[in-house]
Nanobody
Framework: QEQLVESGGDLVQPGDSLTLTCTISGTVYSSDRVFWYRQATGKEREFVASVKWRDNVKVYSDSVKGRFTIYRDAAKNTVELEMNSLKPEDTAVYFC?????WGQGYWGQGTRVAVSS
């Protein structure tokens, strides 16, 4: 059974930067995508960013575009989310999701990010 492990969550101040890492234990095929989602307390889980494994095409939500960058390292089977200019509204539990090209999905347990002065 594949496992995804997120790490890097922390308590930071507004304007700070933070990088989250998702480590994937299974095989990531070239047509697969890896996503970052987040869920704030009392809100639904929302899409943050995604990357297609083969061609490294990246997609971002409007709320993070220009501040967050998603990176994939095929050699290490990791996906990072570099977050800059953090705002209090970025506070959430961040989840990594691996979607295979045949429709199987895997989720990590999440890592908590809190942005507060």
């Amino acid at each position: 059974q594949e496992q995804l492990v997120e790490s890097g969550g922390d308590l930071v101040q507004p304007g700070d930067s933070l990088t989250l890492t998702c480590t994937i234990s299974g095989t990531v095929y070239s047509s697969d995508r890896v996503f970052w989602y987040r869920q704030a307390t009392g809100k639904e889980r929302e899409f943050v960013a995604s990357v297609k494994w083969r061609d490294n095409v990246k997609v971002y939500s409007d709320s993070v575009k220009g501040r967050f960058t998603i990176y994939r390292d095929a050699a290490k089977n990791t996906v990072e989310l570099e977050m800059n200019s953090l705002k209090p509204e970025d506070t959430a539990v961040y989840f990594c999701n691996h979607q295979t090209y045949w429709g199987q999905g895997y989720w990590g347990q999440g890592t908590r990010v809190a942005v507060s002065s």
